[in-house]
């Protein structure tokens, strides 16, 4: 299964760029990446996603590497609310040919005023 | 567009008996899967269903079960709780198809005692 690897936590400053790297080396080419965020107990929140290309939407922007091993998940402007757990999934293809959402440990980001 | 809706939101068990949970998902959407957290573990697929049919299965016992209706709706049930359930339980909902983007519920949180 494809796996994620996030650093456990980050602080940025408000209105500064928050980037959380993520780092799937052991993503298949027809695997997508994913963003979620979780806010204290509530059900997580769909970011943003992508295959190959970088990704861009109202809330972030999402930067694969060429090779694919790794991404970025850049907040352009950080504020107090995007305080959250950041998850970076990868669905993976199971060997019977279907597929599910392996979630990692996920970033702590705390936006800081 | 009303939301997930997973209900209860709260519940608390004695070890062994069993329990059910309900999830709504979003109108349209006919795949639902669920999901356990827990602060050791973190966010684990437990299953997804797709039009009725179990699609894809994570690595629970068998105490673990679900099912999906004809509206979509599903239900997760859990036989012989042990205290090791107690979790935030987490669904999520959305068309099925390559590349979605899955929408979640708030979770029911169970103790089990």
């Known amino acids: 299964d494809a796996k994620t690897t996030q650093p456990p936590s980050m602080d940025c400053a408000e209105g500064r760029a928050a980037n959380l790297p993520c780092n799937h080396s052991t993503i298949s080419g027809n695997e997508y990446v994913y963003w979620y965020r979780q806010i204290h107990s509530q059900g997580p929140q769909y970011i943003i996603h992508?295959?190959?290309n970088n990704e861009t939407n109202e809330m972030a922007s999402l930067i694969i590497t060429e090779d694919r091993k790794s991404s970025t998940l850049i907040l352009p402007h950080a504020t107090l609310r995007d305080t959250a757990v950041y998850y970076c999934?990868?669905?993976?293809?199971?060997?019977?040919?279907?597929?599910?959402?392996?979630f990692g440990t996920g970033t702590r980001l705390k936006v800081l005023a | 567009k009303a939301g997930v809706t997973q209900t209860p939101r709260y519940l608390i068990k004695t070890r062994g008996q069993q329990v059910t949970l309900s999830c709504s998902p979003i109108s349209g959407h006919r795949s639902v899967s669920w999901y356990q957290q827990t602060p050791g573990q973190g966010l684990q697929f437990l299953f997804e269903?797709?039009?009725?049919?179990?699609?894809n299965k994570g690595n629970f016992p068998g105490r673990f079960s679900g099912r999906q209706f004809s509206n979509s709706r599903s239900e997760m049930n859990v036989s012989t709780l042990e205290l090791g359930d107690s979790a935030l339980y987490l669904c999520?909902?959305?068309?099925?198809?390559?590349?979605?983007?899955?929408?979640f519920g708030s979770g029911t949180q169970l103790s089990v005692l």
């Open positions: 269903y797709f039009s009725e049919t179990q699609r």
């Open positions: 999934i990868v669905r993976g293809w199971t060997t019977s040919g279907t597929y599910k959402y392996i």
């Open positions: 999520a909902s959305s068309l099925g198809g390559e590349g979605e983007k899955l929408f």
């Open positions: 992508g295959l190959k």
